[in-house]
């Protein structure tokens, strides 16, 4: 028997076994840098405090909205494709799209507004400041900048999820793919509804 | 043979979640605007985390999926509870 | 008959039907032999730093080539041979076909492992060459020197992160595998216990693996843009690296050691011709340990300005993650009790695997007490514990393993007596070689040093001539496997006698694995 007809029959819930084991990874990987933040806030509050006023709270939170509404697109999206509604996935996938990118504008504009201020790492502005708020600054650059190459990529495989229901290879009797899809975007969601906090509310 | 999930979430309950959600930030905006030292961290974290509980339970289905699932979860939870734990061990008795 | 999977042809032509293969056994292979061809460069970077530490005084080597040298001689060592090492190459192999299963949970997956490894590998080996050298900052990258060093730590950094990605993805598809694709009838507590370690170790590398990922990824953001996590200058703190760095390090001891550990509980009742002692609690110790392994990173630390609360719990929590593998020893000393004992080479090697690995392992609660720690640490005992459990532990099992499973994955049988002779020539030089450096760091003779004071001499010869020896004996030893891969005498289905699924097929296998999925009616290790 040839390789290529090897193994047809799907396990619907291994596939989705492995991506929950995925995301756990991606737990631990931010986890390393929730460390970070967990012991430097404690170490430097009040800096921590001061620096936190040069947030725009308004853009986190309108982040923070974007976000929890593309989950919903995106959950929406699941349920359509699980009723055959093809067209109505492929515009809840879109919409989601667009939310995401949004976000990553969102988050261009902020940090350039940054760093015109001169508040980025080892600028001669940042290094006159206290520890704490140079920490402040590199674990807000790092961690938010790290979360933002996970939005590009969950968009990126969200137009993947949304050319494959066009060609109809994910339907309603396949749904796997954009499902696992959805779950490392609700992650993504998860990560930002604790930066949101941490980093815009500690003032 | 297909496996099929088995229960499909209605869409009026994905939308009360996500009012629910905005209504929770908005929530913890205004607890920061209130003063309360150092116990608006713990605020903010709990809300936060009912936010993620929200966002885990309904949008990624995990209240409906196999047992299996929620024990798994708890896994890197505890994990990085020790991780950070223990780091401050170290760092607040220096 | 069906063909094996070495004949039918893969689904592409020629080569790349086994470079671009998704059958897991075909991949154990890929791994099996780039794993000995890194552990083979590794050997010859510990030959070399033997030769220049024959006798004190600078013989060969500056001592910035020295640094690269042990650099280097770690990095392939740890991420390239020890901790990919049984789980990619056997547990690949052996594991879905002891399950019943025809193939892992995710096939490409686990291509796209092998590849992500390879490419990580050549990355780290071009750091050598290009920029400002090969790194010379041991293979812990501790801060402050590893952000401030001119030498290519950014590339090779980054090609481990990228060889933590596979070992990452593979755990992932282990545990998968465990979980959905057992053959009817094979309930976890008819599993063998070979598996019941990849289980385990699957975790660690689940786990554990991201946060070496985040840490490296750490050490290239610092190079580059200075953000100061680590810097004092900048309010950071140089210890929270350390922290970072043994979050993942320490669980990765355990990746290395646990499926050795399962290797030779599954070859004891097999050379016994008697069920394990104690099934449950060596299940159970495995899960322990990788669950323990995560409470006790500290302990590389004990001398880096740690608070004395955490130096104390993690003392006794490294007392603690002891038990769980005295109770393996216990279980396998028990096991061999009047059993009717066939000393084939696997049980040679496996014999060497728990005296080995009992020494590696006390020794470590000697690292592990406090005031002795202050002793010992920075020093050569601290290298010959490790390389008793890892190389004397984790390698050895590895060997043990190779021989056991040989005819399986091959079909031919390797030539007993040279397996033997080979592991008394790597016994005596392993010993000859290690535990010279229980003596000289006891005695105050630092590690990673290109140099040392006269009065170390003696020690330092008898192991560099201890290397010789032990390198000897890895010649006679893979001599033996290669040689017989072509004129080894064709082995049956089940040379041993063996009770767990992968004795059921045909050696070697056929591609599908099983003709007929097996339905599994009991235990792996009923003999009577």
Redesign the interface.
Known sequence: ????T??E??????A???M???L?????????????Y???R???TTDFHEAAKEMS?TIG?IN??IL??S??T???SI?AL??AEKRRSLLFQAVTILLGLAFLVNKYFEWTGHIRHGYY??SPEL?AM???K??YF??Y??MTG?HGIHVLIGLGVICFTFILTVRGTSSS??YIKL?NT??FW??V??IW??L???FY??? | MEEKQEHYIRTKTFILVWAALIVLTAMTITAARMRMGEWSMLANLLIASTKASLVLWFFMHLKYEKKIFKMLFLIPIATLTIMIGFTFFDIWYR | MEASFYHTPGKYPGIFGWLFTTDHKRIGLLYLISTLSFFFVGVCLGLTMRLELIRSGMHFFSAQTYNAIFTLHGVIMIFLFIIPGIPSSLGNFIMPLQIGARDVAFPKINILSWWLFIVGGAIAVTSLFTGGGPPDTGWTFYVPYSIRTGTNISLAVFGVFLIGLSSTLTGMNFLTTIHRLRAPGMKWNRMSLFTWAIYATSWVQLLATPVIAITLVLIIVERFFGVGFFDPAKGGDPILFEHLFWIYSHPAVYIMILPAMGVVTDIIPVFARKNIFGYTAIAASSLTIAFVGYLVWGHHMFTSGMSDTARIIFSFLTFLVAVPSGIKVFNWIASLYKGSITMGAPLLYTMGFIFLFSIGGLTGLVQGALATNLHVHGTYFIVAHFHYVMFGGAAMGFFAGLHYWFPKMFGRMYEEHLAKLAWVFLFVGFNMLYFSMFVLGWKGMPRRYYDYLPEFNAPNLVSTIGSWILAMGLFIMFYNLIHSLFAGEKAGDNPWGGATLEWQTSSPPPTENFEKIPEVTKGPYTYR
């Open positions: 028997m040839n390789e290529a090897h193994i029959h799907r396990d619907y819930t291994g989705k076994l492995g929950w084991l995925f756990f990874t991606e737990i631990m990987l931010f986890g390393g840098m929730f460390l970070l967990s012991i430097y404690t170490t430097y709270v939170a923070t909205v929890l509404t989950s919903l995106m959950a929406l349920s699980q009723r790492p080892n290094l206290s520890h704490g140079v920490l590199g674990l650059y790092v790290i009797t396949d499902e959805g779950l609700h992650l969601d998860v509804i604790y949101f906090p941490l509310l500690i003032t």
